[in-house]
């Protein structure tokens, strides 16, 4: 194995064993909920792109907005960048994977299409462990996973907004110990102008951003991710000692 690989290995496993950590919280104090928004892409990386519009800049603008919402309601939140800076996938694991979140969102965006695309990994689940190979960490939450991105689409269907579902490797993702969703935003179905005149309009970003908002409280509050119970609790989660 390489150092590279070792390194990788003792952070999932760091992850992992963090999450009996949450269990001693002060008496009377519910463990802390926290949110990691990942903006895909960044620097020389601008994802998909056009003349006038990138999706490096989306994701940004999104994340900075969607933060601010979840901090409004108490929420803390982890973000992987806060500029437009390159990142590996990698990195952006290892800054997930260190917040031990409840939630973790990366944002992507594209031209093509319309509405708003969910993708959860396509890993199979298996019971979390001490050691979770970094490749396919997330296959240890990724029942959970598939949960939250049903919250999600219900919500975000609530909010008027176009929906689709899937599930397909993300590498990124599937190296992330958290529930975790890849959100991909693609212009309004009901917009008149180009793509990229859509996704710019900041009023279809601040729908998006609220309903993605609303979907991550209404996961908070079904709560079956911070006691190991609920679906997908594979008895090694957090609220175990
Ligand atoms: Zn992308």
């Known amino acids: 194995m390489t150092y590279g ?3 990788r290995a003792a952070l999932a496993l760091a ?20 949110v990691v928004l990942d903006a895909a892409h960044g620097g020389a990386d601008t994802g998909g792109h056009s003349s006038e519009w990138t999706e490096k800049s989306l994701t940004l603008v ?11 309601r108490g929420i803390p939140v982890v973000t992987t960048r806060e500029s437009d800076v390159a990142l590996d996938g990698e990195k952006r694991d290892e800054i997930a994977n260190h917040a031990n979140a409840q939630a973790c969102v990366s944002l992507h965006a594209t031209l093509t299409g319309t509405g708003v695309h969910l993708f959860a990994s396509s890993l199979a689940a298996v019971a979390q462990t001490r050691f979770m190979p970094w490749k396919t960490a997330q296959a240890g939450w990724v029942t959970r996973s ?11 269907q609530q909010s008027g907004l176009e929906v689709t579902v899937g599930r397909t490797a993300l590498p990124v993702v599937d190296s992330m110990t958290c529930p975790a969703i890849a959100v991909e935003v693609g212009p309004d179905k009901s917009a008149t102008g180009t793509p990229a005149e859509s996704l710019s309009d900041a009023s279809y970003q601040a729908r998006v951003a609220d309903a993605l908002a609303a979907a991550i409280v209404e996961w908070r509050s ?20």
Not at 15 to 34: H, K, Y
Not at 147 to 156: D, H, I, Q, R, Y
Not at 222 to 240: D, F, I, K, R
Request: include cysteine; hydrophobic fraction near 40%.
């Open 5 to 7: 690989g070792v390194r």
């Open 15 to 34: 992850a992992a064993v963090c999450l009996p950590a949450m269990a001693q919280a002060p008496a009377g104090t519910e463990p802390r909920f926290v």
């Open 62 to 72: 999104l994340s900075v907005r969607l933060r601010s919402l979840l901090n409004a």
């Open 146 to 156: 598939v949960a939250f991105e049903g919250v999600t689409n219900s919500v975000l």
């Open 222 to 241: 079904e709560g079956p991710h911070l006691n190991g119970s609920g679906p997908g609790g594979s008895g090694t989660g957090a609220g175990q000692p």
